[in-house]
């Protein structure tokens, strides 16, 4: 399974300020997700978009989804220090099972 | 939402010896689970796709012999790591789809870190 490139692969910002997140990927995608993973957990469900849709929010996030040129962001808007973790993408390919390929990742520490 | 628990969550084995890990959907019947494997700082890499009631698909480069899964029920999967050595220390993390659902959301269990003396 062909993994999804981030970048940055870490990401240090004041709190109050805004973090984006990049994610490229080579397939074709039924979707696109965004996981978040504090050390030594599991990963957090954070959003899903679609092939077809081109940007969704859900709190302080938002997401893009340019199929065209296989790219995706992820934006938190007034980072907070709980925000610190890392951020994954995970692509479900088309016509494939329900298993994702994941990014590379992205740390992103949000100080206080 | 969906709750996929993880046990061990830890676990220190000594060279050779075989380490099962469990995961269970706890609120949902899941007819396929999967397993993944993490090194510190790296992604996660899917290694097999386990499926209620048959073999497990396992990925390249994967060995099925020395990653037994085992998915006897619709809430139970089983990944056992046989002759554990060092180079298998790792985090392994299993993540299940509701039979019931079809919006795609995988659900994640904490994780079982495995470090093999």
């Known amino acids: 399974s062909q993994q999804g490139e981030e970048d940055p692969q870490a990401l240090s910002i004041q ?12 397939t074709s995608i039924n979707n696109l997700q965004w996981y978040r993973q504090n050390s030594g957990r599991g990963l957090v469900h954070l959003i899903l978009i679609r092939s ?3 940007e969704k929010h859900s ?53 206080p | 939402g969906a709750v996929v628990s993880q046990h061990p969550s830890r676990v220190i084995c000594k060279s050779g010896t075989s380490v099962k890990i469990e995961c269970r959907s706890l609120d ?60 298998d220390s790792s985090f392994y993390i299993c993540s299940a789809v509701s039979s019931g659902a079809n919006t795609g959301e995988l659900f994640f269990g904490e994780g079982s870190r495995l470090t093999v003396l």
């Not at chain 1, 709190?15 to 080579?26: F, L, P, Q």
């Not at chain 1, 709980?82 to 016509?95: E, I, L, P, V």
């Not at chain 1, 390929?101 to 740390?107: D, P």
């Open chain 1, 15 to 26: 709190e109050g300020e805004n973090a984006t997140m990049n994610c490229s990927y080579k």
């Open chain 1, 52 to 54: 077809n849709e081109r």
């Open chain 1, 59 to 111: 709190g302080r996030l938002r997401v893009t989804l340019d199929t065209s040129k296989k790219s995706s962001s992820l934006l938190i808007t007034a980072s907070r220090a709980a925000d610190t973790a890392s951020y994954f993408c995970a692509m479900r390919s088309s016509g494939s099972a329900r298993q994702l390929t994941f990014g590379s990742g992205t740390q992103l520490t949000v100080l």
């Open chain 2, 28 to 87: 949902f019947q899941a007819t396929t689970m999967f397993w993944y494997r993490q090194f510190p700082k790296q992604s996660l890499m899917l290694m097999a796709t386990s499926n209620e009631g048959s073999k497990a698909t396992y990925e390249q480069g994967v060995e099925k012999d020395k990653f037994l899964i085992n998915h006897a029920s619709l809430t139970l999967s089983t990944l056992t790591v046989t002759s554990a050595h060092p180079e």
